[in-house]
């Protein structure tokens, strides 16, 4: 007999079996003990939640001809048909692979024939969220007046793209992730029935892995099992087959770093690489570990909210005093942009160095994360009584408040129209640069917009380099689309070189100097 992944072996086969969710359980319980049972549902969540699980013992319950609280029985004819997939009672539906208008016309033509057994026909629809335009037309009709025997259930991971008509004939039901304390009390059970030695911690991490997934859980599990087969699994016997290290190992990279120790910091990833450990998974992790750091230092969390042992907590106590919370969350997002970057699976180990460089040595960035950085050291420094000079100071006070710097320059008057575009793009200027591919974010550092007429900006770049860059990767016309998706206008954009030492003038516009029955005088 072929063997038979675990999460397949022990999918749940009835209520009591569901772990995690309690309340939607309790729910579909309640309906089908008095007869409520609603005609269309929608089951959200993450993947590995229970969705398609609970949606089939529902199924197979509403059916069941001797129901025990609710809960299917696993022994009448129905319920052993519906466990063998032989009934017609049951239709599951891949949306991802059947989402024409087609697929969803042979439904609603299904639909006007009763069951030839049962009292209800179940369609199970996975992925619905994947039903094109046309599908999910030709489907609403059939969930506004369905005949009495018939029960749709949409199972999704991303609600937000169900349409709103859809979503208003559906009872919507949230499936949150499980905690660390229910999957590690699931597969204390598993591994009991299986006989497998484990240890507690080494459950404990596969649960943290898992991402509040049961099925994710189980399958890590298995993995384990399957590399070493009939042997006890340790901690560190889980950490090398899933590719990850021990929280000691990110204890001292993130020393490493706050120290700006580039050195030993680059010569530890060189052991990671080394020791054969997956590097998207260390940086996931050390994000993971980071934020664990963050909320000890920002709030009154315990080591029990965290899931930390003793020894990590006092760890991270010690780590707390050695870095302040504005250099770690610095470190949160370029490591957290560095895991995007590192899911193309191109040059991991030349990326996550070049990141241990900008952490370590922040005055060769450019962002304002690095300036305020630069500042924190010179800060430091002077508490330390080394002697600062006023110029390098000032250098980095106008790198951070460019504006605040500059020199005041004569005012100009807009038309209130040129003034009201103006007024906007400069104000959501950071979003909107923020919003844009990667590499055309990055060309627009340190820019600012300044009027070119009506319905025109010009966009000033103070270096070179960017304002070269942003030719060749199109930025200015992300920009142009951004705005006319976002905001609705339409703007052309223009590009030029700051001047060395010009000023920033003050705009205004012509309606608000109306208010004023005074002239303006500028004196030359």
Known sequence: MSYTALYRKWRPAEFSDVKGQEAIVTT????????????????????GTGKTTVAKIFAKAVNCE????????????TCLAMESAASMNVVEIDAASNNGVDNIREIRDEVQYSPAEGKYRVYIIDEAHMLSTGAFNALLKTLEEPPAYVIFILATTEPHKIPVTVLSRCQR??????????????????????????????????AKKADGGMRDAISLLDQCIAFHIGKPLSYEM?????????????????RHLAASDTTNALLQVEEIVMSGRELGQFVQDFIWYMRNLLLLQTSEVGSEVLDLTEEDWLRLQEEGRMISPDALIRLIRLFSELYNQMRSGVGKRVRLEVAVIQATRPAMEQSLDAVIARLETLEQKVAEGVTVPAQAVRQEAAAAAPEVIAEAAEPVILPQAEWEDLNLIQQEW???????????????????????????????????LNFNMSKTVGALEQVKEFVEQSYQKTLTFDARLAVHDETVPAYVSDADLAVFHTEIEIED
């Open 430 to 464: 950071p979003r909107i640069c923020g919003s844009l591919e990667r590499i055309a974010t990055l060309s627009l550092a340190g820019t600012r917009v300044e009027p070119k007429g009506a319905g025109s900006l010009c966009v000033v770049f103070s270096d070179n």
């Open 66 to 77: 001797r129901p025990i609280d609710g809960s299917p029985c696993g022994e009448c004819p």
């Open 238 to 254: 889980v950490l090398n087959v899933l590719g990850a290290v021990d929280n000691e190992v990110f204890s001292r990279f993130l």
């Open 173 to 206: 039901y949230d499936f949150k992730r499980m905690t660390s304390d229910v999957l590690v009390d699931r597969l204390k059970e598993l591994v009991a029935y299986e006989n497998v030695e484990i240890d507690e911690k080494a459950l404990r991490y596969i």
């Open 28 to 47: 579909l319980k309640n309906q089908i003990t008095t007869g409520r049972i609603g005609h269309a549902y929608l089951f959200c969540g993450t993947r």
